[in-house]
């Protein structure tokens, strides 16, 4: 009888171990890669490039979960960190341009944390 017990609390315990968990498939080199055809614009100014915008509706589309989107978002933030102000307009920019829904402000004090998914719909809460 102990030994069905022990054999069922071992089971129970693998299940739960063996759950999913929400991992971010979004890396850092996808989104730079992603943002490429952008540098150019955001540097120097200009028009955004067609090619920026169907890659950044890409990254977008891609980001399927809570955590692509804020790994996507802190990739960004890491990317902008250091931009000057002009810089970061033209960044900030480029997803009305596009008309992309980026679920995140093109910031470098955007939370990423709070990145997330409500109602079929991408928001950032504050």
């Known amino acids: 009888m102990l030994s069905k017990k022990l054999l069922l609390v071992t089971l129970i315990i693998c299940m739960v171990v063996a ?7 979004m890396t850092c080199d996808t989104v730079y890669d992603g943002l490429q055809p952008c540098l150019n614009y955001v540097l120097y100014g200009g ?21 692509d989107r804020q790994s996507m978002c802190s990739c960004v933030k890491k990317l902008i960190i250091h931009a000057t102000a002009y810089q970061l307009s033209r960044a900030a920019s480029i997803p009305r341009q596009c008309g992309v829904h980026v679920p995140f402000d093109i910031s470098p004090n955007v939370d990423c944390s709070k990145v997330q998914e409500r109602k079929g719909a991408l928001v950032t809460t504050y």
């Open 19 to 25: 759950l999913p968990v929400s991992e971010a498939t």
């Open 47 to 67: 028009s955004v490039p067609t090619d920026c915008c169907k890659r950044i509706g890409s990254l977008v589309a891609s980001a399927i979960t809570t955590a």
